[in-house]
């Protein structure tokens, strides 16, 4: 607050500090045909190296969700979690991982969803979300939406509201997008 000499006795005046953003893309590392031929593999360890980028990725997530109240974060396994569980704390939320098949200890519910050659499975404890909760489903890499819409299936089983699917990665030319069209979709870094 600052006094100040004109018609009123005293005035507040908001300050805003623009500073420099670290530009994400110069922290994620493209590793060629990982884990097999023909995948640019977005490496996202050298972001998880440095707090100042860290801390750059979580709070232009949480601009992506806006100010809405969000009851759990669903992440999925396994470079989900780190950020999903960043998200959770930061939006006071509960933190729920979606897993592979046989990792989680309690009752579960699965979904089976194709790959390329073959299926695969995730799994999410039966209790973890409550009917009408509102959920924030994370990521790191939005590619062909394969895997992040099995995880919305297990979501709207069990009567959650999913407000944001939210990635740090989007792959674009896959169209991963077109598998959550009944979702809304962000991400922070495009290729
Ligand atoms: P998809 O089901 O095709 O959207 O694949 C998404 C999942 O696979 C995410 O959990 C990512 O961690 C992983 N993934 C797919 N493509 C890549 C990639 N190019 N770089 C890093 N992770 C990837």
Redesign the pocket.
Known sequence: KINCYNYSDSCTFKITINFIMLDLHNYIREIPNFPKEG??????TPLLQSPEAMKTAVSQLLELIGDVKIDKVVA??S??FLFGMLLAEKLNAGFVPIRKPGKLPGETFSEIYELEYGKDTLEIHSDALKKGEKVILH???????????TACNLVKKMGAEIVQCNFL?E?LF?N?RNKLNSYEVASLLKY
């Open positions: 995948i640019q593999f977005k490496d996202i999925i396994e470079r989900g990521d790191d890499v939005l590619a062909t939406g394969g895997t992040a819409r990665i792959l896959l991963g």
